[in-house]
């Protein structure tokens, strides 16, 4: 049914097809029904559609669907506020325990987002460590005959040795010397 033919004030004519009102009456038959469809079968069909009008929805049923709904929100946001307000009661840092805990959530993904480049420092770091231990290992090498290896039998007290200057590889940096 056209919306034009319920806001008329005038006479209205509509055009059937006889194809699609056969086509109508066919498909609402059982399957397999060879019943010989007569005029009078088309005609009742066009009348049922004629009178059939279905109820469509408006803006107002939208806003009745929709208001529950939005009343069950605001009883859970009520609720929830509610619940808050009486945990803050009966612990005072309350508050300040749910502040730790998000600024550890965020100290988190910060950790996260930067971990890659925490790694390379960290592999940069023992590598330099690494190298250092060899120069190190490389210096008491080059110093193992100068050193003694056991204590005089005297109970006099040890001399220190003879300021010479070390023949290995010097080291670079100033820290390590």
Known sequence: MYTAES???GRTHTIISKGAVLSAVQRSHALGDRTEITEDDLWRRVEKDASDKPYKALAID??????PQRDQAVVE??????RLDDAERSSP???ERIRTVFE??????AFSEQRAALVALLEEGFERL???GELIAEHLRSHRGVTRTHAPASDAP???PAAEEPTG??????TLR
């Open 7 to 9: 806001r008329t004030t």
């Open 62 to 67: 939208l806003l009745a669907k929709a208001r």
């Open 77 to 82: 946001g009520l609720k929830t506020h509610k």
């Open 93 to 95: 840092a309350f508050a």
């Open 104 to 109: 550890e959530g965020l100290a988190r993904a």
């Open 130 to 132: 690494r190298e250092a």
């Open 158 to 160: 040890p001399q220190q």
């Open 169 to 174: 590889p010097r080291l670079s940096s100033p």
